[in-house]
């Protein structure tokens, strides 16, 4: 019995030893993890704080972008202000120099006369004669040889345009020196006619055509059928009258014609009479202006010009282009 309470003891005793064991490791790995979890906070409160520092740092860098966003929206701002002023001093520029060139032409013009009244010469014909070719109801085709014929010839020419599907060779034109008038944009003459304001709702369409083509606005104009037609008659009355005085007003100067082609006597009229129409009517003038057309039925018309200028160019005629300052060679108004 004895025994068996001794060996009992030592089994107990045994078991409260392994217990004691095992809580004593327990511990310690649960110290150690307690460590490792420190070190852990500490870190994380580490990165925290550069976070911290990084997020700083870029709100930095954003507010300051943002200033340099803003400079660069002043400089384009005063870019643009400087075009604008940079642009106006030199349309300035043009027109004084403009002005000046028509102030030493009217000096030139005194003295030629100052001394052809003082010359004592008997008058002679006159030499040098200026004729103004005109080509109306364009562009089509034909204004394309019609130009490559004025540049064979070194002539200056002016074309009074419609707006047709080549309106675009408007920049040809413009481009080789001559002068682009305005005819209007239909030639519909009970619409245009109907009153002074459709006239000018008309004229307004093919100047915005035209200016959005070459960038500038013409002054130029000739009302379709001349300032003298009757067909306005029918549409409104008086109505040539009201605006051959109102076109001045608005910024315009309109030419009609004191020499006849005839190409519009007929479709496609023969070529031999509108060079012959042409020379004719120019013979015992000294300045000419010449009405043609370059609408795309006027082939004859091409056909003609070059005996048309070498012809005129042998009477002493010159050839210019019509400017606002030119002579109007205005017809009797009818209407
Ligand atoms: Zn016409």
């Known amino acids: 019995m004895k025994f068996f309470k001794s060996v009992s003891n030592i089994i107990f005793m045994s078991i409260i030893l392994v217990l004691s064991v095992a809580l004593v490791s327990s511990v310690a790995v649960m110290r150690e993890k307690e460590n490792e979890l420190e070190t852990v906070r500490s870190r994380e409160s580490e990165y925290q704080s550069r976070l911290s520092e990084k997020e700083n740092e870029n709100s930095g860098i954003s507010s300051e972008l943002e200033e340099i966003e803003n400079q660069k929206k002043k400089l384009e701002d005063e870019n643009a202000r400087l075009k604008e002023e940079k642009e106006a001093l030199s349309k300035e520029a043009e027109k004084q120099k403009a002005a000046a060139s028509s102030a030493q032409a009217e000096l030139k013009k005194k003295a030629e006369a100052q001394s052809a009244a003082s010359s004592v010469r008997p008058a ?155 020379l004719s009517g120019a013979k015992n003038k000294n300045s000419a202006c010449v009405l043609m057309h370059d609408s795309t039925a006027k082939t004859t018309t091409v056909q003609a010009l070059p005996e048309i200028i070498e012809g005129l160019a042998k009477m002493g005629y010159r050839f210019e282009a019509i400017t606002p300052e030119t002579n109007g060679y205005h017809h009797k108004i009818n209407n």
């Open 124 to 278: 002679e014909p006159v030499k040098n004669k200026v004729c103004y070719l005109t080509f109306d109801d364009g562009p089509s085709k034909n204004t394309l040889k019609i130009l490559e014929i004025l540049k064979k010839y070194g002539a200056k020419a002016t074309f009074f345009v419609v707006d047709t599907k080549d309106i675009g060779y408007v920049r040809n034109i413009y481009e080789a020196g001559h002068t682009v008038g305005l005819h209007s944009a239909t030639h519909n003459y009970s619409k245009i006619y109907s009153s002074t304001d459709a006239f000018f709702s008309d004229l307004k369409k093919i100047s915005d055509r035209v200016e959005g083509i070459i960038g500038v606005k013409p002054k130029v104009i000739r009302f379709p059928g001349g300032s003298s037609n009757l067909v306005s008659k029918s549409y409104c009355n008086g109505i040539m009258t009201r605006l051959s005085a109102l076109v001045g007003e608005k910024g315009y100067s309109y030419f009609d014609w004191n020499v006849e082609s005839g190409d519009a006597d007929k479709t496609t009229a023969s070529y031999t009479y509108i060079r012959n129409n042409v």
